[in-house]
């Protein structure tokens, strides 16, 4: 079915700004590098997930939902976007967060994101690091469904098929705005967590036939999983749009090289890549996802890994609510 048809909802500023970074670009010496603004998605502070959420909170509303239950870490941007969202709408909106960072620090427990969450009403949950995620937001449900409820679940990020119909969006927006700069994408890069964002890319490079190699940056599992889990939701994603077999298992492509210590542990080269796009571009990336993402497309610049490439595309997912978060642990 084509994306059109699908109920959504309006929430985010599109499309958003595709930018080319001259500092950047000149400091690195590799292919022109550009930036789409989905930092700039406008709800909430933005971020990647309101795409997924206009379709998200259609279907909560078609099926007649009055309360919105999702999950994530502490700091998860998806539940800050989604907390604005069911506000927006005039929904309750429930919070489980996995304990998932150790040695928490007092800023990681109340600021940033999570201080948001609150502000936009939400009610948070925590359960321990570990915790079947899904079972722990089942049975918050069939609770609230015991007290009049009729509560509509959204998996961590976002990430099904419904949800990653927003990044097929995403790519035919892109596609349009490089054709009227009369430019075109050698590569499309973004940090890849819950897979949403990198299955929808895939499905819309296809889709649209512009078969732009799309190359996730992992933040958090290693690579054959990571590779895994995005292959299987973009495969549902185009059975869901009734397209079956458009993605091969080789068009899946996650470098799981510089997570570090795991997720949401800082690493040196987010840190130093956060710094250089503070200071050459204004811009801000968070340290979780897209500074992680960006330190990977710095360093493969380095490695020639985009040689003979004119000109790629770094998809901003945002996160920069996160670093009032993260303030006493980031070098400045
Ligand atoms: C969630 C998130 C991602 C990863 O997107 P997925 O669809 O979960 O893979 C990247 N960057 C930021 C800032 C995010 O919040």
Redesign the pocket.
């Known amino acids: 079915m084509p994306l059109s048809d699908y109920p959504r909802v309006s929430l985010a500023h599109l499309p958003t700004p595709l930018e080319f970074l001259p500092r950047l670009t000149k400091h690195l010496g590799g292919p022109n590098v550009y930036v789409k603004r989905d930092?700039c998605t406008g709800l909430g502070t933005g971020?990647?997930?309101t795409r997924?959420l206009e379709f998200l909170m259609a279907d909560a509303i078609k099926k007649k939902a009055d309360l919105i239950i999702t999950q994530?870490a502490v700091q998860?941007?998806?539940a800050r976007?989604t907390a604005a969202a069911a506000a927006k709408i005039g929904m309750k909106c429930e919070l489980v967060f996995e304990k998932r960072v150790a040695d928490a620090t007092t800023a990681y427990k109340e600021s940033g994101n999570v201080f948001l969450d609150k502000l936009f009403g939400a009610n948070i949950h925590e359960v321990a690091n570990g915790s079947d995620m899904t079972k722990e937001m089942e049975d918050l449900s069939d609770q609230l469904r015991e007290k009049g409820s009729n509560p509509y679940i959204i998996p961590?990020?976002?990430?099904n098929p419904i949800?990653?119909l927003g990044?097929v969006d995403c790519v035919i927006e892109l596609i349009a705005q490089a054709k009227s700069k009369d430019i075109t994408f050698d590569s499309i890069i973004?940090?890849?967590?819950?897979?949403?964002?990198?299955?929808?890319l895939v499905v819309g490079s296809k889709i649209t036939k512009s078969n732009i190699p799309v190359l996730?940056v992992g933040?958090n599992a290693p690579k054959e999983a990571q590779e895994e889990k995005?292959f299987k939701l973009a495969s549902d994603l185009s059975d869901f749009m009734g397209l079956p077999s458009l993605v091969s298992r080789d068009d899946i492509v996650a470098n799981c090289d510089y997570v570090g210590d795991g997720y949401g542990i800082p690493t040196l080269g987010m840190n130093k890549a956060l710094l250089q796009l503070a200071r050459l571009e204004g811009l801000l990336?968070?340290p979780?996802?897209?500074g992680k993402?960006l330190a990977g497309m710095i360093d493969l610049i380095g490695k020639g890994y985009f040689e003979n490439q004119k000109n790629i595309v770094f998809i901003?997912?945002?996160?920069a609510a996160?670093l009032f978060a993260y303030h006493d642990i980031l070098e400045t």
């Open positions: 930092d971020g990647n997930k997924k994530g998860s941007n998806h976007q961590g990020g976002g990430s949800g990653a990044y973004m940090a890849t967590g819950s897979a949403g964002t990198q299955a929808g996730g933040v995005v990336f968070d979780v996802y897209s993402g901003h997912t945002g996160g996160g």
